[in-house]
Every structure is written in C-alpha cells, then in structure tokens.
C-alpha cells in the first residue's frame, strides 16, 4: 500500500522541547482569565470515561462539549485523557500520529497561516505574542506556546503531532515570558480577530432530517442561511472586509474577521457585536423566541430577505417540521391567537396527514376566512414573520464572541472525529458548499501518492507543493487570496500612514 | 449656611489656589477663564485665586446640591419630581443662567460650579468609594441641569465638545429615510425633532447591541434624542478618569496643610451634608416661647436622638456629658433660654443635690450658651447645636452612653423598638427603615421617619403652597426637624396668625 510518509522517517527532536506543563499551566490561575464556570463544567463532562466504544462515537460529543474552545484546561488530568486516548488499532485514523505528522510536514499551508495571523511577510509581534494551544495525542492540552515564524510552528507541530491546536489572542508580551513578568498585569491580551460560532447543535429543535452529531446536505443550509445573514451584517453594517469562514470539520462554520478594527476591540464591543446579531431568545421549553419592535431593524429586515427563499424550500419542503401533530403545536403556539388555532386544530386532526407547507397556507386560509381570528391582518403578517425567523435566523454560540482571550481551532487542522480538514467557505458560492466533499486526511495522504504514483511530478516540476497535488489546492488557494488581501490592505494602511507623516488623523 | 458666619471669622490673609496642576506645570497660565457655556464638563482646573473662604463655602453649597439629589435617587423620585424638588435648592446654592437670561452674574455663578466642582473632585478622590459616589452624584447634576439647558444653548454646548458627530444631511435623510426611522424607533415619538448623526459604531456599543441605531459600514446613525445620554456618557467616563487622576495626585496636596483639613472635613461631610445652626431657621418664634415646662409636651416633634436622650433623661434621672451636651445644645436651638435650660436640667437630675449640680454641672450649661468662658466663645454665643452630619460622624457611644444618631448607633432590632416606643407603628415604613439603616442612609431613614409620620400635613402643605421650597427638602439637622414638626401640628394656628411666623402664613392668608 503506498504511503506518503516522507523518506528518512521521524524529525530530529530539536529546540522546540515543550517547558510548559499542561498542569502547570491550567493551575496558572493568574494568567488563565478565558476559563468560565460553564467551559470548565463542559470539560467535567469531556474528560468522563467514555462508555462509547467506536472511535466516531467518542468524537460525536466533540463539538458541543469540549468542542473548539478548551480555553480551560483546568479539569483536563493526565489520567482522564488516557481514558479519551483512542485504542483504535487502525492505523489510518485521523489521529494517528504518524498520519498527522505527514499533514503537518506535507500540506498544512503555515506560511499563509502565519500571513493571516501576522498582516505581513515579515515577522511581527502580531505573530510572535500570539498564544497557541494544542491538543496532543494523549489528549494533554498545552496552552501559551508562541512562535517566531511559520517554519517554528511548523516544527512544533511535526514534532509534537498535535490532534488539534488553537489560536488565542495576541498579548502584550510574548505568552512564553508570562510567568517572568513582575506584574500580572502586564500580560494580557491586546488583539484577536472577532470570531464567530455557528454550531448545528443548536438546530436540532428544528432539524427533522438528522440529530446528534450527524448532518447532511439537507441540515447544513441551516448553517448556509446564518453564514449569508451573518456575513451580510458585517460587511454591510460593520463594514469589515475581510471575513474568513470556516468549515469546523464536522457540522458547524466559524467566521474570523481580520479587519484591524475588529482585532482591536474590547470585550464590551464584542459584546455589543455579538448582541446585535443575537436574535433568538429562550430555550426549548420557553415562549416565542423573537420578540422584536416594529418596523423591524434594517438588519432584521434584511435578514427576513435573505431567509424568505430557504424557508420556503428548505424549510417548509425539505425539513417539514410540523408534519406530525406533536410538531405543529409548536406552530400553533407561537401562532398565539385562540379562534384561529382552535380551527387549525380542527382542520387538522380532520386531515393527518397535511404537510407543514400546506399547515402553513392554511393559516392565511383561515384567518381570511373571517371571523375566525382576532388576529389583524398586520399581526399575523408580523406573527407570520416571527414564526419565520425562528426557523430560519442564524443561532450563534454569541459566548464565543464576546472575549477577546476565548481560543479557537486553527483553519485547516483536522477534525478528529471525521479527519476532515477545516477548510474556508468561499463565502459567494456558500449555497455550494457541502461538507461531506470536503477532503479527509486520509483521502489527501492517498492524492499525494496517486500524483506521484503517476508520474506527474517531473513535467510540473520539482518547485511544486505537496498541497497542489491534492484536492487541498482551491481551498488554499482561496485562502491564500484572502490572505494577500487582507495583508495589502494592512500594508497599504501602513504605508500610507507613513507616507503622509504625522499630519494623517486617526 | 457659611454665609452666616460672623463675619470676623474670616482672615483675608489666608488665600488658596485651587489648583491641582501647580505643582506640574510651572508654566501655568493663572488666569480667569472664560466660561462661554452654562454647562462644563470640568476638563480644566481651575486657575484663578480664590479665598479659603470661597474655597469652603462653594465646596460645601456644592455638597448640599449633591446630598439632597442623592436623596431623590434614594426615594426614587422620578427625573420630574427630582428637578422640581431641586429647583430651589439649586437656586440657593449653586444658580447657573443660561446664556438668554443676560444675568449679569453669569461669569460669577459660572465659576464658582467650576471651582466647587474641583474642589469636591479633590476631597473625594482619596477612595474608591468616594470616587464613584461623587462621580455618580456629579453626572446626575450634569444630567439635570443638561435637561434644563435652553435648547439652542444644548446643541451650542454640544457642538463645542468636537465630539466628532457628523450630522446626516438632508440627502442622506432622504436615502436612507425609512431605516433611519425603523432602526432609531424615531416613528414612536409624533412631534419630536426629527435629526440624526452620525458616529464611528465603537462610539456606541450600548446603542448597537440595542438594535437602536442604523449601521452603515461602520458608521452608526443615532438619533438625535440619544444625544444627551452620549454627553452625559461622556461626561461620566472623563470625569471618572479624571478622579484616578486627582487620586494620584492627591499626595501632593497634602503638602499644602491650609486645605487638606477643609478637603478632610468636606469629605467627611459627605456622610450628611452638614447644616449650620442659626437661630431663625430652628427656633419656632417669639410668639411661641419655649421654657422648661413644656419641654415634656412637645418631645413629640423631637427627632428620635433627641426623644431617645429624652427618655433616658427621665428614665435614670441623669445623662452623661456628650449626651446632655447634644440635649442642652439642642434645647437652646428650639429657643429655651438659659434661665430656662438650667431649670430644666435642675429638676430632671432630681437625685442629685444642689451644691454638687451647681458644682458640676452648671458650668457646662452656661458654656454652651456662651454665657461664660472666653471672649470667643461668648462672642460666638456658646456652640453651635449638633447637625445631622456631627452625629453622625462622631465617635460611637460607649457603654451608659446615649448620645449620637440612633439610626446609626442602635441595633436594627433595638432601634425598631425605639420607634414603636415613641410611636411610630407603620409596618411598611418599619421595614424600610431597616432596609435604609442596613445601606448605612441614616439621615434618610430619619426623613422617611418624619414624612411618613406627617404625610396629611405635609401634603396639605404642598396642596395649598403654605410653605417655599426649601422649607421641604430634606432635614439635616435635629432642630430643623423639631421646627418643622411644630409647625406642621399647629398649621392653623399658624394660618389664623395665632402664632406668627416668617412668611408663609402671610403668603397663605392673601
Ligand atoms: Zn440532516
């Protein structure tokens, strides 16, 4: 069987050697402002023994519990993750160490990853102060690591093969130093991008097609309908530019917005971000879950837009979530009015087996039909509305958000549970994207051989990276042209301001 | 207030600058500024020279200001009902003109808020407490007299703070009308002026997590009404950085020894705000002469310190010396004379015999009423009785003590007990005595006390106008409660002309 291990087997051991502790670190209270009550409960849970005895089972929970942000690592012991620690015999796993060290050394792209982190070709302390965390393969977490250059990350990671790592913030000094400092203060974080977390979990209310930690095409419009809503808000509103999605690697998007702007916010404006976006209220127990002012804000109005189409198709058709009678009590609920829901009811147990697009045509059926609703016709348009958006609008974990110090996973590490890559999302084919295309490692491992297999390797000549024979390559490639934009802008801020000397304004 | 002073009191000779920055900056201008604008957000220190005296007085009208408007905070008085309930106090003690009115004080009240201010901002900025109460107590002054500001005055004010907002003109009002008017909820409002601005969003997190402004790449559109809360935002933020400021360099100021004990007794004053005694505002009238035989008759308007001394006075047949000092001060307040006083404490020490009382006692008595001891304190007519803010601020009483303010220095169980004894059965009221006792608001629990127990009175004083404004607002000072008291039990006297007092009942007659 080929294999794509690189000739002259394992690295030498060099000066990376880790000096950072895991629990040292997580007991380093000090410094570890990110951990809240709910992430190290969270964690509680992630470390338990896993009753599950297939390897993808005992990822399933991975993205809603310990999921992208182990930003504490309090609770993590060395004795637990052995429990986590995969028994699997086969060798071709996501997590296998020899496989993850070939994706590090052959195809993870460092170097656009230190340009997007750095806003320059030259080393920068917007790199250097960087915090990274990693996941190694017996599940330790190791926070605080920084690196001078992409070639040090690179190192790091071949050497350490980690499942995962993460990107905090950058801080005021080098996250290395952090325990040489007199001060505490004088460590602390300065600048990260503003993310966001879409996550499926929080659709399963109204997802009908799968559940857990399943998805399919059908589901994933749920996250296509937030990332078009949410991205439309921040360039339009906010007026960022350079907004990066990413597929997390199972069934959920991040965004990362680099904008200097949105790196330099404080939490508060985060917050205020994060609330502004936030529409949906309540758990699955409580009320209507909207409840807004009308006229409705421009961005709701917008969003309603956008979101119009999907409820139609990919709502009422593909999800059907008021087919059964359990299911459409929701509806009638949030429908409110007493006349109109009592006949809908009736209609309904008189005819089983309606579908929640004929269910939601029979509304405007009924209330027109006279007397029958105390409900204006204005309110049930808003009532209507409403409804509308709860199915549709995009549920953000907005915690997320709101800390400049929470980390989260890396761009293009590989999901454990799927070994899929986490590769961006071109925002303008977004409806096109379907994350079971996404390449695996495994499938990537298996590219490299087939191309050098073939023979082709000479006629595109020797200069030629190991991702570009791969089905890695548009979507570096889509990466590397958000980088090169978003650094030319960076630059040419720079260079103007230099330019214009001191009489510039900011 | 200070104003009363006598007037040989005060010493040209001592002069103070009030300025914080001296020693800083060498270079500094000392001039009179130029005060274009009703409103100040305080950016500068003062640079002028001022007298000791101006440097106390103003500090302490200030505080009056600042004490009875977090008594309006404290009583949930509506923004309306506080700047109706402030109006007069401000007028007394810190008036400031718009610009229309063409006053001809207007330089002169302009700078006596800018240096009251900082000289406030100077003696509360020694703890973080302090820092936030004062800042809390400034922003909502700057809110309110904000409000009040003549219109055109306001967008002056505003427009001179170069806050960067940019109006939207009228073509951007056209373009983007309906979502201006969605977003801002700009509909609701039928009459209001009809205006934004616009500012960088950062400017206004709060507004945007809200929804409540229009977001345009970046630039948030806000309403023109929410302008106000931004100044006063503002003004809060650069007034608490500004504190952290004076804090460090507080040190300095301690070099100066002439102002750190005024700085030291304004701060300490913030518990109450401190009222000066003088006989026309406590005494009741000529009409109405108190002597020693009544004294027992009309314990009843006597704040609970003054009954709780009462009591223990008629109790043990005897009060140890702070108490029957607050008492005898106190006595002389509500115009019992001496002849009268002495009288009074001779029969209640009834266990003790003549030669011992005139030998320990007498003395004391005729102390406090200036009768003897030196030039000054006869020039001074004695001391001065007790305030609110003296009470409350001097040592606890120890054992076999009486003195103080029971609201502070009884147990909430005990001090509930005393006011059942002495009448007041108000469980709702009860309850939030405890409470406001428990947030150490005594002064307030006192006032709460007295209006409750005068509610009728008190509103048909209000209904019928009988009384100006500052004869309302809150006590701070036991005779001015006991005065008060008095006057609202015999209303129609007062009316009829049966006893005569200063104004009102002639007001009310015509
Ligand atoms: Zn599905």
Redesign the pocket.
């Given at each position: 069987m080929p294999h794509a291990t690189t000739p002259g087997s394992s690295p030498p051991i060099e000066d990376t050697v880790m000096s950072e502790a895991p629990i040292a670190d997580a007991n380093d209270a000090a410094n570890d402002t990110t951990g809240t009550v709910e992430d190290q409960e969270d964690d509680v849970s992630a470390v338990q023994p896993p009753a599950k005895t297939s390897l993808e089972d005992m990822f399933d929970d991975d993205d809603e519990e310990d999921g992208e942000f182990s930003s504490s690592a309090q609770t993590r012991t060395a004795d637990s993750s052995q429990e986590a620690k995969p028994t699997s015999n086969s060798s071709s796993k996501a997590t296998d160490p020899e496989v993850m060290r070939v994706f590090y050394q052959r195809l993870f792209p460092f170097r656009y990853l230190f340009q997007w982190l750095n806003h320059s070709p030259t080393p920068t302390t917007d790199f250097s102060n960087r915090e990274f965390a990693f996941v190694l393969p017996n599940d330790a977490y190791i926070r605080y690591q920084s690196f001078v250059s992409a070639d040090q990350l690179r190192k790091q990671c071949v050497q350490l093969t980690p499942t995962r790592f993460e990107i905090g913030p950058e801080y005021s000094t080098n996250p290395r130093d952090r325990k040489t400092l007199r001060k505490a203060s004088a460590f602390r974080p300065v600048a990260k991008e503003l993310v966001f977390d879409i996550d499926?979990t929080d659709y399963d209310e109204i997802?009908?097609?799968?559940?857990g930690a399943?998805?399919?095409?059908?589901?994933?419009t749920f996250i296509t309908m937030a990332i078009k809503v949410v991205d439309a808000a921040l360039r339009e509103d906010f007026g960022f530019k350079h907004i990066l999605w990413v597929y997390s690697g199972r069934r959920g998007a991040h965004a990362w917005i680099s904008d200097k702007r949105a790196r330099q916010m404080d939490d508060q404006k985060r917050k205020s971000i994060a609330g502004y976006l936030e529409l949906l209220r309540g758990g699955d127990k409580g009320g209507k879950k909207v409840n807004v002012k009308r006229p409705l804000h421009p961005h709701l109005e917008r969003s309603l837009n956008i979101l119009n189409p999907h409820f139609q198709a990919d709502v009422l058709i593909d999800q059907d979530p008021w087919a059964e009678p359990a299911k459409s009590e929701r509806l009638l609920q949030l429908l409110g009015d007493k006349t109109l829901t009592a006949a809908l009811q009736k209609k309904w147990d008189a005819s089983p087996h309606r579908s929640s697009a004929q269910k939601w045509s029979d509304i405007d059926t009924l209330a027109s039909a006279g007397s029958l609703s105390t409900l204006t016709p204005k309110t049930l348009v808003e009532v209507k509305q409403d409804i509308r958006l709860e199915y549709t609008y995009p549920r953000l974990d907005a915690e997320v958000s709101k800390k400049l110090n929470h980390l989260l996973k890396s761009p293009f590490v590989v999901h454990p549970g799927t070994g899929r890559v986490c590769v961006p999302i071109d925002v303008r084919r977004v409806e096109d994207f379907e994350p079971e295309s996404v390449p695996t490692i495994q499938q990537l491992l298996k590219e490299i051989d087939a191309y050098e297999g073939d023979g082709r390797e000479d006629e595109a000549g020797e200069k030629m990276q190991d991702w570009e024979k791969t089905s890695l390559k548009p979507y570096v490639e889509y990466f590397r042209t958000h980088v090169n934009t978003l650094m030319k802008d960076e630059m040419g801020a720079k260079r103007a301001r230099a330019e214009e000397g001191e009489s510039m304004d900011f | 207030m200070l104003a009363t002073r006598p007037a040989a009191r005060i010493d040209a000779k001592r002069r103070a600058t009030v300025d914080p920055r001296k020693r800083q900056f060498a270079k500094a201008q000392y001039q009179e500024q130029d005060y274009n604008f009703r409103m100040n957000f305080y950016a500068i220190p003062p640079t002028g020279d001022i007298s000791l005296e101006q440097f106390e007085e103003w500090g302490i009208a200030r505080l009056k200001v600042l004490a009875e408007l977090e008594a309006c905070q404290f009583r949930n008085r509506s923004p309306e009902e506080t700047a109706e309930y402030m109006r007069p106090i401000l007028q007394k003690n810190l008036p400031l003109s718009a610009n229309s009115s063409r006053s001809g004080s207007l330089a002169e009240e302009r700078k006596r808020d800018h240096y009251s201010h900082w000289t406030l901002r100077l003696a509360f900025s020694a703890t973080e407490d302090l820092r936030k109460r004062f800042a809390r107590l400034e922003t909502m002054l700057f809110r309110l007299r904000l409000a009040q500001d003549d219109g055109r005055e306001r967008r002056e004010f505003i427009e001179s703070l170069n806050m960067d907002w940019e109006t939207v003109g009228e073509e951007e009002k056209a373009m983007f009308g309906e979502e201006l008017r969605a977003a801002t909820g700009a509909w609701r409002a039928k009459g209001e002026e009809e205006g934004w601005f616009k500012v960088d969003w950062e400017r206004v997190p709060e507004l945007v997590e809200q929804r409540r402004v229009l977001l345009k790449k970046g630039k948030a559109y806000v309403h023109i009404r929410e302008q106000t809360s931004m100044v006063v935002g503002e003004f809060s933020r650069q007034l608490e950085a500004g504190l952290e400021l004076s804090a460090r360099a507080l040190p300095r100021m301690d070099e100066d020894n002439r102002l750190s004990p005024i700085l030291h007794h304004l701060s300490k004053s913030f518990t109450a705000p401190d009222t000066a005694y003088s006989q026309d505002a406590s005494s009741i009238t000529d009409s109405t002469q108190v002597n020693a035989a009544m004294i027992d008759s009309v314990v009843k308007h006597f704040p609970l310190c003054m009954q709780n001394l009462h009591r223990e006075l008629r109790k043990n047949s005897h009060l140890k010396h702070f108490g029957r000092l607050q008492y005898t001060l106190f006595l002389k307040g509500i115009g019992l004379d001496l002849n009268n006083c002495i009288e009074f404490w001779r029969r209640s020490f009834k266990l003790i015999d003549e030669s011992k009382f005139n030998k320990e006692y007498l003395y004391n008595i005729r102390h406090a009423y200036g009768d003897v001891g030196g030039d000054a304190n006869k020039r001074g007519r004695g001391y001065t009785p007790y305030s609110c803010q003296k009470l409350l601020t001097e040592a606890l009483p120890s054992a076999g003590q009486s003195h103080g303010c029971p609201y502070r220095t009884f147990s909430p169980d005990n001090l509930i007990a005393l006011l059942q004894a002495t009448g007041v059965n108000d469980r709702e009221l009860l309850k939030t005595v405890r409470e406001t006792v428990g947030k150490q608001r005594y002064h307030i629990a006192c006032n709460l006390v007295f209006e409750t127990q005068h509610k009728a009175d008190l509103k048909k004083v209000k209904e019928q106008n009988l009384w100006p404004a500052s004869e309302l607002d809150t006590i701070l000072h036991p005779n001015t409660y006991f005065k008060r008291s008095f006057q609202l039990a015999n209303l129609n006297k007062f009316q009829n002309g049966d006893i005569g007092i200063d104004g009102p009942s002639q007001e009310a007659s015509q």
């Open positions: 499926m997802r009908t097609c799968c559940s399943s998805i399919c095409q059908k589901c994933w | -």
